[in-house]
T-cell receptor, first 112, second 113 residues
């Protein structure tokens, strides 16, 4: 089993749609969780951290379910500019607490 | 500089040659990561440096790969006797510490021909 698993997609949605991504992780001791965004041929950039209580940043909502070891990202009112690959990131991995493990990413394509 | 700086940005090398990739992290960041990303694939962890602690080398794919971090700042990733499967973008990232946001450089795009 991969340490961090994501549905690769692609998710093809029209503008204005709501879309949700899930990510599961294997290490129950993991403490830090993030969503990163990566545009084609660019480096990943932080979208948002994921807190135990859940957090929201504008159209984006992230949630953490420790019992089931999954993280979700909800994007409301999708924009064309949201088209990118969304990477789930978890610390802890099999190599130790400080190792950050990236999922393979979920590709989102928003069309007019 | 303000961000993570990597060089070279692009490198084309012949199979069997050695290459060195450099990363200059954000000033004050104690932790530094190297990742590799092949075309259309996810990020593959290579190595992690934290302060003066022994690096976590668990992701290095073979003994042709090595990395060092001198003076707790600049890091060099060396690939010896490059193979075509080494072609990828090599991403460096730094952070202030565990649990903090990591910031990536723009990557070094390596092509082995």
């Amino acid at each position: 089993r991969k340490e961090v698993e994501q549905d690769p997609g692609p998710f093809n949605v029209p503008e204005g749609a709501t879309v949700a991504f899930n990510c599961t992780y294997s290490n129950s001791a993991s403490q830090s969780f993030f969503w990163y965004r990566q545009d084609c041929r660019k480096e990943p950039k932080l979208l948002m951290s994921v807190y135990s209580s859940g957090n929201e940043d504008g159209r984006f909502t992230a949630q953490l379910n420790r019992a089931s070891q999954y993280i979700s990202l909800l994007i409301r009112d999708s924009k064309l500019s949201d088209s990118a690959t969304y990477l789930c990131v978890v610390n802890g991995g099999s190599g130790g607490y400080n190792k950050l493990i990236f999922g393979a990413g979920t590709r989102l394509a928003v069309h007019p | 500089g303000a961000g993570v700086s990597q060089s070279p940005s692009n490198k084309v090398t012949e199979k069997g040659k050695d290459v060195e990739l450099r990363c200059d992290p954000i000033s004050g960041h104690t932790a530094l990561y190297w990742y590799r990303q092949s075309l259309g694939q996810g990020l593959e962890f290579l190595i992690y440096f934290q302060g003066n602690s022994a690096p976590d080398k668990s992701g290095l794919p073979s003994d042709r790969f090595s990395a060092e971090r001198t003076g707790g700042s600049v890091s060099t990733l060396t690939i010896q006797r490059t193979q075509q499967e080494d072609s990828a973008v090599y991403l460096c990232a730094s952070t202030q510490g565990s649990g903090n946001t990591i910031y990536f450089g723009e990557g070094s795009w390596l092509t082995v021909v």
